[in-house]
């Protein structure tokens, strides 16, 4: 008897201490990382429901896995921009109205509802407390004799202060209105804006304040295709300058001073240029056509480093680029090279090292709208399929590993993929 209790004893004591141990482990075991969480991708698709054709807006995991339709009868527009914080989506519907949504589908609201207008476009950016969004409507004016308009808003997403004009200004038309001659381009974090106005670059705050003249020579800051390019970091705006396509690329700090002529060869030639800056807002990428070649045919990537205002031709492969984007990590850059419809997919390291060909089991066709994931492990792409004349959604590893195809047979065309913050 004495034996049997004594057993009895001994099998509750060690029970009651791995109810103590699991009890210690969960509480002190550290939170699931990053990497543990699945990557979510979300991406407009054209699908046809019934007799209707509409662009809808869903999510997935970058395995393929739980895909979700987030806005339910609406036909989504871009941009999709997701809040800082990764829990909520903003993006344009019919290219009037803006909305956010929960990254599980919930609480999908209306924010702004605007009026239709000729080559509506927006620009979005959330604050980067994740509750309030600045974005800008442009009216086009430029090519038509009635002036279009520059829009600028505030939105408190919570609902307390609602949606607020800050400006709205005039352009274009005849005779031409000279309020402002570009559209707002808003800095990363939703708290100021950058603009050309009487042929000079300007900023202001997001709530319209302390409107600054940052240059102080009239020329062409937004010819050809450029725009005012605005660092990650905010401290610095990008953009070209000079008399189109003989540009140069400058910078110029945002409270006016220290601009600085990174090219300074009169020889450069740039036809619709776009300018990267680096995630850590030192370098800039860019192409670089051969002069004479307005084409884009003899091409490079050059890579300008801000600080000691050096450039290095990434590519000493002349051809036909385009797609660039920075890994978030800063530490490779992934273009597609070829022309249309005969497009690969590259990855190269930001030292201009290890030029590695991804996806290699596509045929060559249409690759569009590069997207990386915020760890930089994955890169998502649009390839246009040659057969059955669709465009879908790949994700692959930045090794080149793991190419998986995340759209469906009802999607027509997809489009637009941006990763959730993580």
């Known amino acids: 008897m ?23 482990l969960s509480l002190h075991s550290p939170p699931p990382t990053a990497a543990q969480k699945p990557r979510i991708l979300a991406f407009t698709a054209l699908q046809m429901r019934g007799s209707e054709t509409r662009s809808n807006l869903f999510a997935v995991n970058a395995d393929g896995s739980s895909r979700r339709e987030l806005a ?36 999908l609201t209306k924010q702004f509802a605007g009026d239709a207008c000729k080559a509506a476009n927006f620009e979005i950016a959330w604050f980067s407390n994740s509750q309030k969004l600045l974005f800008a409507r442009s009216c086009d004016g430029f090519t038509s004799d009635t002036p279009g308009s520059q829009s600028l808003y505030t939105s408190d997403t919570s609902g307390i202060l609602a949606t607020k004009l800050v400006r709205n200004l005039e ?24 603009f050309v106005k009487d042929r000079n670059i300007y900023k202001m705050n997001a709530d319209g304040s302390e409107m600054t003249k940052l240059t102080n020579s009239p020329g062409e800051y937004v010819s050809g295709g450029s725009e005012l390019v605005w660092s990650p970091d905010r401290t610095k705006i990008a953009f070209l300058f000079g008399a189109y396509p003989k540009q ?76 660039l984007s920075w890994s978030p990590d800063g530490k490779f850059i992934t273009f597609v090279a070829g022309e249309f419809n005969n497009q690969k997919l590259y990855t190269i390291n930001a030292d ?21 994931s915020s760890d930089s492990q994955q890169i998502a792409f649009i390839f246009n399929e040659i057969q059955g004349d669709k465009s879908n959604l790949y994700v692959i590893n930045r090794d080149g590993s793991a190419l998986t195809k995340l759209t469906n047979d009802q999607d027509l065309n997809a489009s637009h993929p941006v990763w959730q913050p993580q």
């Open 2 to 24: 004495l034996l049997n209790k004594l057993l009895r004893l001994s099998s509750i004591a060690l029970i009651s201490l791995t109810l103590l141990i699991s009890l210690f």
């Open 72 to 107: 339910p009868n609406i036909d989504v527009s871009p941009p999709l921009v997701w809040s800082p914080n990764g829990q909520r989506l903003a993006f344009v519907s019919g290219y009037t109205d803006i909305y956010t949504v929960n990254a599980d589908g919930s609480q």
């Open 248 to 323: 140069q690329i400058y910078t110029i700090n945002a409270d006016g001073t220290n601009i600085k002529n990174l090219t300074n060869n009169p020889q450069n030639e740039v036809y619709n240029v776009k300018l990267f800056w680096s995630p850590d807002s030192n370098r800039i990428a860019y192409y670089y056509n051969k002069p004479g070649d307005s084409s884009g045919e003899q091409q490079d990537i050059y890579l300008l480093d801000i600080n000691r205002g050096t450039a290095n031709n990434l590519t000493q492969k002349p051809r036909n680029y385009g797609e």
């Open 171 to 194: 352009v274009g038309g005849e005779p031409p209105k000279t309020e402002i001659s570009s559209e707002f381009y808003l800095s990363p974090d939703g708290q100021q804006v950058a």
């Open 352 to 372: 201009g090292k290890q030029l590695n060909q991804l996806a290699t089991r596509l045929k060559p066709s249409g690759i569009s709208e590069l997207a990386l």
